[in-house]
């Protein structure tokens, strides 16, 4: 718990990365007024501009958490939770390897330092590539398993959501969508746990129309980033976070779709893969296995085995680099 200015208690939310996604964290998060808010990034001013852009619109939408920004990590001591949004994009020439490791690089910094001043914290890890990047800060933190959590699934849940309310003329929240597998176009939309009311949308919708909305699903971050031109989703991530936070502080137990380090669950051993789980003060209190059809396990496990080519990648480029050092 942090004793902030006022000296009143609260949870404490460090977020790592003060660009788009990380700004977008501390503004849902800030609306819920029940965490103060550390803003850590590299550029000077840019994480002191953004919190303090953000408490100064505290006495218009009402909110008295604190919210700090700064360069270094020493304000984020004793953190509940850290969100690690630090890395790049992938410009264009850029290998899949050069972001690989540019961003392995960062994210492992990144982990070391926030963990060192927080050590009993729940990590929350959003940079890409989503779940090779879990791995990364898994390995950096050493923390259990039931510590360190990749958002994904909650926002590609939300699109898929969005669609389903588009294509049925339903209040969104009518609707439940469950997204398994790796953040990324193999990703597993289950439609036949995908609802309106209660009701799959397999009973509703047409097969090429749940087929079109699982592929949008798919593409959601390219049609962002299509549609952008700079710059990638950051509106939704952030909300997506915050929901993970809620459920993490509020101990609310809210079962959501994240990227957890899977040890025998699903058939899949040693990877962390989207899927759903109940989320407590404690992180993970426990991975929920829904019963899949033949056809769906083994587009988890294509998907699976998409996150194990990543791991390898990480694996020979860490090889090398440590050979060239
Ligand atoms: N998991 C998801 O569903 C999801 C959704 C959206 C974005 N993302 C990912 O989240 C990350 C952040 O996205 P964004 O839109 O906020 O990007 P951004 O470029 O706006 O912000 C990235 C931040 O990382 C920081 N950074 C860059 N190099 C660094 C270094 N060497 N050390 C420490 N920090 C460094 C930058 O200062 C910047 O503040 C990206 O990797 C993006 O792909 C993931």
């Given at each position: 718990m942090a004793r902030d200015r006022l000296g009143t208690s609260r949870p404490k939310v460090s977020v790592i990365g003060a660009g788009m996604v990380g700004g977008a964290v501390a503004q849902y998060l800030a609306l819920r007024d029940y965490a103060d808010i550390v803003l850590v990034g590299i550029v000077e001013g840019l994480p002191q501009g953004k919190a303090l852009d953000l408490a100064e619109t505290a006495p218009v939408l009402s909110y008295d958490c604190q919210i700090t920004g700064g360069n270094g990590y020493e304000e984020t001591a004793a953190s509940d939770v850290v969100v690690i949004t630090s890395g790049i994009?992938?410009?264009?020439?850029?290998?899949?390897?050069?972001?690989?490791?540019?961003?392995?690089?960062?994210?492992?910094?990144?982990?070391?330092?926030?963990?060192?001043?927080?050590?009993?914290?729940?990590?929350?890890?959003?940079?890409?590539?989503?779940?090779?990047?879990?791995?990364?800060?898994?390995?950096?933190?050493?923390?259990?398993?039931?510590?360190?959590?990749?958002?994904?699934?909650?926002?590609?849940?939300a699109r898929f959501r969005t669609f389903i309310a588009e294509a049925t003329d339903v209040s969104v929240e009518d609707i439940s969508a469950m997204v398994l597998g790796g953040h990324g176009d193999t990703m597993v939309p289950i439609s036949r746990y995908s609802t309106v009311a209660g009701v799959p949308i397999t009973q509703i919708l047409e097969p090429e129309q749940v087929k079109a909305l699982e592929e949008r699903t798919a593409n959601g971050g390219a049609e962002i980033v299509a549609l952008l031109k700079t710059g990638s989703a950051y509106?939704?991530?952030?909300?997506?976070?915050?929901?993970?936070i809620d459920s993490i502080l509020l101990d609310k137990r809210r079962v959501l779709p994240c990227s957890v380090y899977l040890q025998g669950e699903y058939g899949i051993d040693g990877l962390f893969v989207g899927v759903p789980v109940k989320l407590g003060r404690e992180g993970v209190r426990q991975i929920i296995e829904l019963s899949l059809t033949a056809e769906e396990s083994a587009a988890l496990k294509m998907s699976a085995a998409s996150v194990q080519d990543l791991v390898d990648a990480m694996a020979r480029l860490g090889a090398e680099s440590a050979a060239g050092a």
């Open positions: 994009a992938r410009k264009p020439g850029m290998s899949r390897d050069d972001l690989l490791r540019i961003n392995m690089g960062i994210v492992r910094s990144v982990t070391e330092q926030a963990v060192q001043h927080s050590p009993d914290a729940i990590l929350i890890v959003v940079s890409n590539p989503l779940d090779a990047m879990c791995h990364v800060a898994f390995a950096a933190a050493d923390f259990p398993r039931e510590r360190v959590i990749g958002m994904a699934g909650v926002l590609d849940s509106q939704a991530p952030g909300a997506s976070v915050v929901e993970m």
